[in-house]
């Protein structure tokens, strides 16, 4: 399943020049480029070049579907291949017990019946998974995130569930919003969940357009995909 040599040395370029635009986005922003965890999103490209990644270096990949991440993790174990993986898209209840098995970070926690069902499978498979509650900035929940008037007290029950790590919040930038305002009103939802757990201090923010805005509003980690995997085909 290895890549082709030319689509090897490409994605270390890509991922080189990711890393410095966030290295001076971090300068620009007054904060060291260490503060800041680049995930590689590589859904829809193949298991091959999730695996080139590592191999070269990304510690961190993220999905957002089950019915991919869970081939692809499995097929980067077979490899001896251990990358992070956080699985970033909305999550169903009934997809808990497969994304359990191999995700280290879920960055989409959004009601309490998920917390739920997710911390049941993490002890079923006698893991621990970290946890961030994704944030409905604009109060449109049909599209994911918890409502800002119930971050609070979903954040008790995660901070309450015996497999899970309350670890800290993601957003997305609502279609329409200038994206600084977006992240700024995202840094006050990770100030009222480190009011419940001091230590759930990651901010999960900022995709391909806009993870600059992001960094300079205190983003912890940026999930970029095309940056360093280029254009990815229609899903259609």
């Known amino acids: 399943m290895a890549p082709e040599a030319g689509r090897r040395e490409q994605l270390r370029a890509n ?8 290295a001076t986005a971090c ?12 995930i590689v999103v590589t859904k829809t490209f193949p298991a091959s070049d999730a695996a080139a990644l590592v191999e070269a270096g990304q510690a961190d990949l993220g999905e957002n579907r ?9 097929e980067l174990a077979r490899l001896g291949l251990e990358p992070v993986w956080h699985f970033v898209g909305q999550l ?8 359990a098995r191999y995700a280290h970070w879920v960055h989409s926690v959004d009601r309490a019946r998920l917390v739920d069902a997710l911390d049941s499978a993490a002890a079923a498979h006698g893991r621990t998974v970290s946890a961030l509650l994704q944030v409905s900035l604009d109060g449109d929940t049909s599209r994911g995130g918890v409502s800002l008037g119930e971050l ?3 954040a008790e029950r ?13 957003g997305v930038a609502p279609l329409g919003w200038e994206p600084a305002k977006a992240f ?3 840094a006050e939802c990770s100030d009222a969940v480190r009011a419940v757990e001091p230590a759930a201090s990651e901010v999960s923010a900022g995709m391909s357009g806009d993870f600059t805005a ?3 509003a205190g983003a912890t980690m940026v999930r970029l995909g095309r940056n360093v995997l280029g254009e990815r085909e229609s899903m259609a």
């Open 15 to 22: 991922l080189a020049r990711t890393r410095e635009a966030i």
């Open 92 to 99: 169903q209840r009934n997809k808990t017990r497969s994304v």
């Open 184 to 186: 700024e009103l995202l």
């Open 158 to 170: 995660v901070a309450s569930a015996g497999s899970l790590r309350l670890r800290g919040v993601m």
């Open 27 to 38: 300068r620009a922003a007054g904060r060291e480029p260490e503060s800041v965890r680049l």
């Open 152 to 154: 609070t007290a979903l």
């Open 66 to 74: 089950d019915q991919e991440a869970a081939p692809k993790a499995a």
């Open 214 to 216: 992001a960094v300079a």
